[in-house]
């Protein structure tokens, strides 16, 4: 038998900053340092078009960076998985890993590598589920869903860190997935911030606020919701928007020369980039905070808002939707159309009062704590030293 202390953990990721890819996200890893007691075993895998940079590089004992074949869009996708399995699989026998447990932190790509090298130790897995990929690639890709169908039904543990993915994954694969805490649950991002101990009280009930990376600003809806704070100037002259987040500049100028193609100079202010640390105290200085994004795999800086004491804008069936449902702080669009934008910014502005006194109450209440460090980390940890391995044959 191997004590729970004695566990190491595979972890086959695509999103893990390894110093490779400048848009990773630090998510899964600030959940692995916060464990204790188990070893955590990093594959980070990137995938190249060019066969003659297929390669691993050791960056330590615990953290790989591999490089597999594989053509853009999804093309040739069955021979890029054979291929990057037969590679992991070769690391793995010539660095002579030994591991109790895979965890595939995406579902198409990770998850079924993941499950691979599981069924190949004969130890079980677990598997995250992020839905703006893992729904974009299993729509696409009608002749691998039975095997993707297999990979979720035989997971030990799902977590669905995209909530509202359930319903449209499950759908897909015609899956049948017990959504009992023994069989999947939520796992959110883990947020470094604390939630407000006071209660937040913005002065001004139309002094909105957003953050996001520039080279995405089309995904995330900027231009349409520029183009709804132009409409809303009429009504409420004193609207603003400031824009916090850093990008390339051809990126910024864009976005800029939109505010200025709308007149809104006076309205809307591109602030740049702002340390993390300090993020909190600038949000609370703002009514309400803005992204009408899609195509979200969690979306980290609604929690962050949601700590600071802010009511949210969000898209529907993306990001942190399904995580909401006892939170009524917020409002949701079903789309980026312009004038339905204008409908909800407007809402939040004659509603101020009442959704400030929401979001506060969730606070209040610990509506929020699901979003909690602490919370995050128990829940993970609890199931990996909950693993029954004595019955499972590990040696």
Known sequence: MVGFYDMNVLHIHSDYPDGRNNLSTPAVKLLLDATSGITHTVFVIHRTPWPWQVRVIQNNNQLYSIYYWGLPFGLALTLSLFLARHLLLNLIQNYKIDYQLVHGHKLAIDGTLGAALAKHAQVPYFLSVRGGTDVRILRHKLLLRRRWKRVLEEA????????????????????????????????????????????HVPKEAAN????????????????????????????????????????????MKIVQDKITALSLDKHVTIKGRIDNQALQEKLTQYSAFLLPSQNESFGMVFVEALFSGLPILYHANTGIDGYLEDIDAAVKVYNQNTDELVKKVEAL????????????????????????????????????????????DVE
């Open 208 to 251: 909105f606020v957003t953050v996001f990376r520039f080279e995405q600003y089309e995904r995330k809806g900027i231009m349409p919701l520029l183009e709804a704070i132009a409409k809303l100037i009429a009504n409420y002259p004193s609207i603003k928007l400031d824009i916090y987040g850093f990008g390339p500049k051809n990126k």
């Open 349 to 392: 502005i004659l509603q101020h009062d009442v959704f400030n006194a929401r979001i506060n109450r969730a606070l209040e209440t610990n509506l929020l704590d699901i979003f909690e460090k602490r919370t995050v980390v128990s829940h993970y940890q609890c199931l990996i030293d909950g693993l029954n391995l004595e019955s499972l």
């Open 156 to 199: 030990e543990h799902i977590f669905w860190v995209s909530a509202w993915a359930q319903y449209p994954i499950t759908e897909l694969l015609k899956a049948s997935v017990d959504n009992n805490t023994d069989k999947s649950s939520l796992l959110p991002n883990l947020c470094e911030m604390k939630q407000l101990s006071h209660q």
